[in-house]
Antibody, heavy 127, light 109 residues
Framework: EVQLVESGGGLVQPGGSLRLSCAASGFTFSSYWMHWVRQAPGKGLVWVSRINSDGSSTSYADSVKGRFTISRDNAKNTLYLQMNSLRAEDTAVYYC????????????????????WGQGTLVTVSS | QSALTQPASVSGSPGQSITISCTGTSSDVGSYNLVSWYQQHPGKAPKLMIYEGSKRPSGVSNRFSGSKSGNTASLTISGLQAEDEADYYCCSYAGSHWVFGGGTKLTVL
């Protein structure tokens, strides 16, 4: 069974740091891009970051660029999100999600989706 | 990085059909980027319901269908059931990042 399990959430003061982990099982982790998506309490889903399969390429939402770092350890089948300079507005449930995609146009472009998602881990930034 | 536009809420009676719209721009929904749709029950993780605009993953009921016209994608749920009551989100790639819709709360009356 394909499974993603997040951990590492908790209460942190503004300006503090936290590292989230996402343990993958049931599939060849090193073959897939991965994403982090967050959801503030009572709000909608917001994409945060993505990393390619070997970790050589990353991208971030403008709201976290320069503060968050996504990484992965393919030997440990684990995805990470290092969060620094945390703000109250970073308070959210953080989900990791596997990237699925099909390539078209002789590989010139792709269409992707997120499946599956982990159960999420809550990060609360408050003094 | 603006969110895609979805109605905040829709409702329908059991057995009826409803459609949730997802409006973006020519840079996301209107381009070759076909949207995906996710269902989220309270306190649960999102679940993939539609990918590549109109394809259903294995295990998802054929009561769920997706389509697109111009810059607007749509999710239609036919034969509404009580278990369909949830939040629904669309998502599209937008060139360098991904954008979700604001979410639509479906109430089954």
């Amino acid at each position: 069974e394909v499974q993603l399990v997040e951990s590492g959430g908790g209460l942190v003061q503004p300006g503090g740091s936290l590292r989230l982990s996402c343990a993958a099982s049931g599939f060849t982790f090193s073959s897939y891009w991965m994403h982090w998506v967050r959801q503030a309490p009572g709000k909608g889903l917001v994409w945060v970051s993505r990393i390619n399969s070997d970790g050589s390429s990353t991208s971030y939402a403008d709201s976290v660029k320069g503060r968050f770092t996504i990484s992965r350890d393919n030997a440990k089948n684990t995805l990470y999100l290092q969060m620094n300079s945390l703000r109250a507005e970073d308070t959210a449930v953080y989900y990791c999600a596997r990237d699925r995609r099909n390539y078209y146009g002789s590989g010139s472009y792709y269409i992707n989706w997120f499946d599956p998602w982990g159960q999420g881990t809550l990060v609360t930034v408050s003094s | 990085q603006s969110a895609l536009t979805q109605p905040a809420s829709v409702s329908g009676s059991p057995g009826q059909s409803i459609t949730i719209s997802c409006t973006g721009t020519s840079s996301d929904v209107g381009s070759y980027n076909l949207v995906s749709w996710y269902q989220q029950h309270p306190g649960k993780a999102p679940k993939l319901m539609i990918y590549e605009g109109s394809k259903r993953p294995s295990g998802v009921s054929n009561r769920f269908s997706g389509s697109k016209s111009g810059n607007t994608a749509s999710l239609t749920i036919s034969g509404l059931q009580a278990e369909d009551e949830a939040d629904y989100y669309c998502c599209s790639y937008a060139g360098s990042h991904w954008v979700f819709g604001g979410g639509t709360k479906l109430t089954v009356l």
